[in-house]
């Protein structure tokens, strides 16, 4: 199939665009963590918890990218089910391991740390996690993520100009 991708596929957004550049590389992904990212796109939040947290960390996790991926994926999963602190922690963690790699991973987790920020009136600590994700150059996603991380400093900028 992966050799399909690369035969067939197209690379009109840029989730195509990662799945070529994995199947290029010959990227097998994790099974789990493939798992756990189809059933959160599809909102099913605690089925995608259960399959990272009923199995061993040895189990799903293959390369350093793969426990960077596991990481952020609990991070996303505890904040869409409005367990903050818990995706703070993940978040934390996530880029702490990833920062310095090419891998979206820790970008996002710095945006979405801007957002909880942001969303809870810490708009100290919003723009930091926003100027954080800036700072990182991540492979997949980097316009999008930088974007919305620019959007989110100039909404910040605004609330300040009017107090």
Do not use: W
């Not at 793969?66 to 869409?80: A, C, F, M, P, V």
């Not at 991540?138 to 100039?154: I, V």
């Amino acid at each position: 199939m992966m050799q399909k991708v690369i035969q067939k596929g197209a690379t009109q957004v840029d989730e195509d665009k990662q799945a070529i550049r994995e199947a290029e590389n010959g990227e097998i992904p994790s099974v789990m963590l493939l798992q756990a990212r189809l059933l959160f796109d599809g909102g099913y939040y605690n089925k995608a918890l259960h399959i990272l947290l009923d199995n061993q960390v040895k189990d799903i996790v293959s390369s350093h990218k793969d426990l960077i991926e596991y990481t952020y994926r609990l991070g996303r999963i505890y904040h869409e089910l409005g367990q903050i602190g818990k995706a703070l922690t993940y978040y934390e963690l996530t880029i702490r391991r990833g920062k310095n790699e090419s891998y979206y991973y820790a970008a996002n987790a710095a945006l979405q740390m801007g957002l909880i920020y942001e969303n809870s009136g810490q708009n100290d600590k919003a723009t930091d996690a926003y100027r954080l994700c800036l700072s990182m150059n991540p492979e997949d996603y980097k316009n999008s993520l930088h974007q919305k991380a620019k959007t989110g400093l100039n909404r910040i900028k605004n609330i300040k100009t009017k107090t």
